[in-house]
């Protein structure tokens, strides 16, 4: 998954009824997230039997996490276990006492090879896919983490974990993908979609034709099309253009993804300052990535930094002229400083692009119930819940509006609707 966090901002006060936009619970949008340029064109995959030409800094010995980040790619595998080493102590508050790096690339080799030679009796590029899923899924064992859907472990952030745990999420699944697909000669990039990252499977058919498709790591490697992702996250094709979605990523960009996740898991434990340097690192990795920059104006926002936040979110917007979640973040922001002819174009923009969703019907009830228009906002509530039965936020606020009303017996009745569900 890829990080989108959910903004919650405190209580504010009308003469009719106290509304807080905490009311307002968002659907995670990024999650763990990622950002997209392309990756150069290499000269094409290797014979699945060709030696690896995984590089390893060997001439003048390892660098550092930091000098392989200043390249466009590198050695990813070890720049992997380098992220791990240095970020996973202070966030699990625990030392890990497993073998060293060099011990772990010598399996990760070993793997590869064992790849290389399961890839030799295929002919197409359907079977080197199902190969691949096998490999993964299979000799690999790795899961798609259930009991995480957010992202909340750390566990599910570090790949050498992954691989310990036999458990991961879109990323870190992807990741073993790249790993040993590229390192047995595969053409195996990572790309983000919104809130979500995948893997392109590019190869040729027996007679030559190109053929390629999009892997569903967290469902065992299912294949799936581009429009599968359009039609579920309906981005814009700007978004696309400017290299945010669908487009293969380099190394680095792979990086902004992880340090946009590792800037949520600190943001969650309250340390709002380190996320910021951590989402200010993953938009220097990967400057198309709009739901780092959203997720960086959530946190400024936090830090009482809304001249800063209303930049992240018009350049999240920018790239995404789609990213109904940052619509929804800008018009709060205007409207609660006082711009709310700005703030409601931004809100009907969203409820617009997204019906569908009750997020942008709950704060169109929220911002009616503000201006004391409580018989509308009753409505949109309402609207909010056949929309989504389970919206227990609206079911809260309904009780909230009846109480300011007087209605105390209705108010219990929705409270313990909310408690029931």
């Known amino acids: 998954m890829t990080r989108v966090l959910t903004p919650a901002a405190g ?32 000269p094409g995959p290797r014979p699945p039997d060709a030696p690896s030409e995984t590089p390893r800094n060997t001439a003048s010995g390892p660098a550092t996490l930091d000098e392989m980040l200043a390249k466009p790619d590198f050695d ?15 966030l699990a508050g625990k030392v890990t006492h497993d073998t ?24 197409s590029g359907r079977q080197r896919l199902r190969t691949l899923r096998e490999f993964v899924h299979g000799k690999l064992g790795l899961r798609f983490d259930a009991a995480d859907p957010n992202g909340h472990d750390p566990e599910n952030l570090f790949f050498d974990r ?5 458990r991961g999420y879109c990323v870190t699944l992807s990741l073993a993908y790249i790993v040993f697909g590229q390192a047995a000669g595969l053409d195996v990039k990572g ?19 190109p053929w390629e498709t999009l892997v569903e790591t967290t469902t065992q490697g299912e294949p799936q099309d581009d429009t599968y992702y359009w039609a579920k996250h309906r981005f814009s094709t700007t978004s696309v253009e400017a290299g945010a979605y669908l487009v293969p990523l380099s190394d680095r960009e792979i990086f902004g993804t992880l340090y946009n996740n590792l800037a949520g898991l600190v943001h969650l434990r309250g ?21 780092a920059l959203y997720n960086r104006g959530v946190v400024r926002r936090k830090l009482g930094q809304d001249r800063e936040a209303l930049k992240d979110f018009n350049a999240a917007l920018r790239i995404d002229t789609n990213f109904v979640h940052c619509y929804l973040a800008r018009a709060r922001l205007l409207y609660e400083s006082g711009e709310k002819v700005q703030a409601r174009e931004d809100l009907g923009e969203a409820m617009r692009k997204r019906p569908d969703w ?11 119930a503000k201006d004391g228009d409580l018989d509308a906002a009753r409505a949109a509530f309402l609207k909010v819940l056949a929309i989504d039965p389970g ?17 105390h017996a209705e108010a219990a009745k929705w409270e313990r609707e909310a408690g029931r569900q």
Do not use: W
Request: aromatic share 8%; hydrophobic share 45%.
């Open 162 to 166: 992954v691989l310990q745990n036999r």
């Open 358 to 368: 009750p997020e942008p019907q709950m704060l169109n009830a929220i911002f009616l």
């Open 11 to 42: 209580p504010t006060t009308t003469p009719a009824v106290a509304f807080g936009l905490r009311a307002l619970v968002l659907a995670a949008a990024l999650a763990a997230g990622c950002a997209a340029q392309s990756r150069p064109a290499g």
């Open 391 to 407: 919206f227990n936020a609206a079911r809260l606020a309904l009780a909230e509006l009846e109480r300011s009303r007087g209605n």
């Open 100 to 123: 060293g790096i060099e011990a772990k690339l010598e399996r990760f080799d070993a793997y590869a090879r064992d790849l290389r030679a399961a890839l030799r009796r295929d002919t």
């Open 76 to 90: 990813l595998p070890r720049a992997l276990l380098l992220f791990s080493e240095k970020y996973y102590p202070p």
């Open 271 to 291: 340390d709002h300052e380190a996320a910021v340097r951590f989402y200010d690192r993953a938009i220097e990795l990967a400057p198309a990535n709009c739901e």
């Open 191 to 209: 790309v983000r979609v919104p809130t979500h990252f995948v893997v392109r499977f590019a190869d040729k058919e027996p007679d030559g034709r």
